[in-house]
T-cell receptor, first 112, second 112 residues
């Protein structure tokens, strides 16, 4: 079955630590995206990538980093520079031919 | 500045009645609009879309209306069912950017 997988579902991080969220898709989609959801604020774009080895900053990229070494994978690192990392993180992919996204089930990150 | 706005954070309707969710946008370059449905701790799933060349698109119980002159779209759900209780996000694309801009979402609660 084709789909997009995010792991882990829940993640706890101590202050000052970096943490990497995984996102893998087997839909053969070119474009991948990372969003952050906070209560009452909807979905805000962190980073996106339209082809392998290329990515662009979204609206709230500060404190985050990404890589796109393979078409299937787009991991997101939440660095210690991100001041308020506790949130629900969503990864999505798109073929680009149809402007809809397929989303993963999300990772809830909590800083303890 | 939010380019896609959902001004009602929540909406409650009785089972069997009509649910109307509203969305306004400011960017006149948007040419494709989508609605996503999201359950807690899950990723959003695509519901219905509409191109700017149309003013209505229907899929079963779901109908989306687009008023370009008012920069307004709405999602009608008839009849509403308890399983429709979820957060609904409006999203828009200007095509060239190959990105979606999301609203902040509306929590729909359908009461049995």
């Amino acid at each position: 079955d084709g789909g997009i997988t995010q792991s882990p579902k829940y993640l706890f991080r101590k202050e000052g630590q970096n943490v990497t969220l995984s996102c893998e898709q087997n839909l053969n989609h070119d474009a991948m995206y990372w969003y952050r959801q906070d209560p009452g604020q909807g979905l805000r774009l962190i980073y996106y990538s339209q082809i392998v080895n290329d990515f662009q900053k979204g609206d709230i990229a500060e404190g985050y980093s990404v890589s796109r070494e393979k078409k299937e994978s787009f991991p997101l690192t939440v660095t210690s520079a991100q001041k308020n990392p506790t949130a629900f993180y969503l990864c999505a992919s798109s073929s680009g031919q149809f402007y809809g996204y397929t989303f993963g089930s999300g990772t809830r990150l909590t800083v303890v | 500045d939010q380019q896609v706005k959902q001004n009602s954070p929540s909406l409650s309707v009785q089972e069997g009645r009509i649910s109307i969710l509203n969305c306004d946008y400011t960017n006149s370059m948007f040419d494709y609009f989508l609605w996503y449905k999201k359950y807690p701790a899950e990723g959003p799933t695509f519901l219905i879309s509409i191109s700017s060349i149309k003013d209505k698109n229907e899929d079963g119980r779901f109908t989306v209306f687009l008023n370009k002159s008012a920069k307004h779209l709405s999602l009608h759900i008839v009849p509403s069912q308890p399983g429709d209780s979820a957060v609904y996000f409006c999203a828009a694309s200007d095509g060239s950017a190959r990105q979606l801009t999301f609203g902040s979402g509306t929590q729909l609660t359908v009461l049995p």
